[in-house]
T-cell receptor, first 112, second 111 residues
């Protein structure tokens, strides 16, 4: 039973480009969460999704960031027109109802 | 002010020692998670608790709701326990994964 998968593991983008981060939850998990960990800082919640629905996006920056979890395929966190301040580790986690979170290995985004 | 405060920030122990990491949280947090972040960056969820005590192997997590305090204990510590331990709180009525994270406790266990 594969765990939470994230790809790519490392992503380098120039300022102004778009970054797409993918997360495939564990089999049987219908809840997906995205978190960001800035260098030398703690984790911060970004968004919570279920299939085809954004449930809680209270932690998402207002501009340039979006997330989706389509009926088929992985959840995608999209960052448009990246800036240096977007360089961070982005983790996704999944869960089934009311159970412990399972985290993916993270995507390290570097903006040059 | 962060709603979840951990102490200590850094902890060095000798192999075999009993270790305690503390977490205090503010009103409104209904569930506490303990996470372990490995030196390579990967995160493992250790416990999720809203009352009492949970044990898994050499790890024990306790929570005191009245005092709004949780502790993570490691018995017979080993160098492979070296990692950052993070506590995180979820609010009443909030989504399960909408967590407020502590800044983490960096544990180093020396052989």
């Amino acid at each position: 039973n594969a765990g939470v998968m994230q790809n790519p593991r490392h992503l380098v983008r120039r300022r102004g480009q778009e970054a797409r981060l993918r997360c495939s939850p564990m089999k049987g998990h219908s809840h997906v969460y995205w978190y960001r960990q800035l260098p030398e800082e703690g984790l911060k919640f970004m968004v919570y999704l279920q299939k085809e629905n954004i449930i809680d996006e209270s932690g998402m920056p207002k501009e340039r960031f979006s997330a989706e979890f389509p009926k088929e395929g992985p959840s995608i966190l999209r960052i448009q027109q990246v800036v240096r301040g977007d360089s961070a580790a982005y983790f996704c986690a999944s869960s089934s109802d009311r159970r412990r979170l399972s985290f993916g290995p993270g995507t390290r985004l570097t903006v040059t | 002010k962060n709603e979840v405060e951990q102490s200590p920030q850094n902890l060095t122990a000798q192999e075999g020692e009993f270790i305690t990491i503390n977490c205090s949280y503010s009103v409104g947090i209904s569930a506490l998670h303990w996470l372990q972040q490995h030196p390579g960056g990967g995160i493992v969820s250790l416990f999720m608790l809203s009352s009492g005590k949970k044990k898994h192997g050499r790890l024990i997590a306790t929570i005191n709701i009245q005092e709004k305090h949780s502790s993570l204990h490691i018995t017979a510590s080993h160098p492979r326990d070296s990692a950052v331990y993070i506590c995180a709180g979820g609010h009443y009525g909030g989504s399960q994964g909408n967590l407020i994270f502590g800044k983490g406790t960096k544990l180093s266990v020396k052989p």
